[in-house]
Each structure stands twice: as structure tokens, then as C-alpha cells.
């Protein structure tokens, strides 16, 4: 059975910013990586919040300056998460009940160790 450490993305390949990067960082990243998502985290990697391609787009209704709005001010700040060892199949029923596209997968402290999206668990087969 596959799990999420399985499939996940890491290291370097996880977008991530700081919770005081301006949002057009954020957005570098998310571009970057190719994820449809960045992950916002503290200054220990633990997970403050995500900001999506979704977030963007409802983002864009409002009057935001990219270059100094912090991503702080406009990330999802409870973000649903996952750990390694969740069974990607299990990841794909909490994305299906949740409606989104991708996770975050944190250790048993909070910290960022991976991510995962959608376009993962078909490479896989899960799906």
C-alpha cells in the first residue's frame, strides 16, 4: 500500500515561503515549484498556512499591492494537512471531502516535510 511519504514532494522541490515574504514572493514560489500551492511556515518550518492557485483567484476580486501585501495577511491559515505514513488513499479521500487539489504533509511536530497534489496520486495510480 502507498503512502504519502511515497509520493510526496521534498526538500527542495516543496514550495514554501516565510510567513513575512510579500505575497509576490509566494507567488514565485508557487510558479516555481509548480504545485498549485506554497506552503507558509514560521521560523522553526512549522506549518502557519497555505496559499493556493484557488486563493489567488479569490484574491484578485480585492485590491491587494503583490509586491508588499504579506502573505501572512492573505494565506489559509488552518490548512488541512497529512504525515508520511497517512496511506495515499486516505490523502485522496480527505482532497475529495475537502474539495482541494493538494496537502501539506507535516511531522509530528507541525514542521513541513513534504506536499502532495492531486496530479501525484494519478501518477501513482490511486486514482
Do not use: W, Y
Not at 503583490?66 to 490523502?91: G, S
Amino acid at each position: 500500500m502507498l503512502k504519502v511519504g511515497d509520493l510526496m514532494h521534498t526538500q527542495a522541490d516543496i514550495p514554501a515561503v516565510v510567513e513575512s515574504a510579500p505575497l509576490s514572493e509566494a507567488l514565485l514560489e508557487m510558479s516555481a515549484k509548480k504545485l498549485g500551492m506554497t506552503a507558509v511556515v514560521d521560523g522553526e518550518n512549522r506549518i502557519s498556512g497555505i496559499f493556493t492557485d484557488g486563493d489567488l483567484r479569490r484574491l484578485l476580486t480585492k485590491t491587494h499591492d503583490l509586491r508588499t501585501t504579506p502573505i501572512a495577511d492573505v494565506m489559509t491559515r488552518r490548512c488541512t494537512t497529512a504525515t508520511p505514513d497517512m496511506l495515499a488513499a486516505e490523502a485522496l479521500a480527505v482532497m475529495e471531502r475537502k474539495k482541494i487539489n493538494g496537502l501539506l504533509v507535516a511531522d509530528e511536530q507541525g514542521r513541513l516535510v513534504g506536499a502532495l497534489n492531486m496530479h501525484d496520486l494519478l501518477r501513482s495510480g490511486i486514482v
